[in-house]
């Protein structure tokens, strides 16, 4: 492969400096110098550098802008959740299974659920701002017009505004 087409391989492998691109917010050369070192890009020094910073801005132009828009979700909260082995839940009807693991209606955490206009997408954004925040996600999930994410119980209240901030500017893809 080309250093421009193994460049364009190594930003859609970091999301960050992906947006970051789209956004028009990153610095080309600190970019290069970086991925040049984290993705092995290149072995020419300051040259691979220039040709990854080049790279970089051709890859922009093609890209299309970063843009947010608002999602139309109702949020609330359920406390007294918990993650279980899905083997021993019999006709009990879990808020999400994936696997071997359901969270149920009974437990020590918090349940934030949105309904209405989400998708992955939303989810993604959810999920990195919590991280963000240092709120730590027991389990989470999408489907259909439902996205649910689990947090200690102590964390709700600000999972609650996160969600709800998240929703409210989840980037377009």
Known sequence: M?????????????????DALRAGVLNHSAAAAWLADAADLGDDGDADAEAIATALRRFREELPAYATAARTASVSMRSGVGVVDAGGLGDAAPLLRVGGAAVVSEGGDTAILATGDVDAGALATVLR???AVDVAVAAAGVAGDALIVVVGRRDGATAVRVVEDALAAAPNE
């Open 2 to 18: 080309s250093l421009a087409a193994d460049t364009r391989d190594a930003v859609r492998a970091r999301p960050f400096v992906l």
């Open 129 to 131: 701002r919590l991280g």
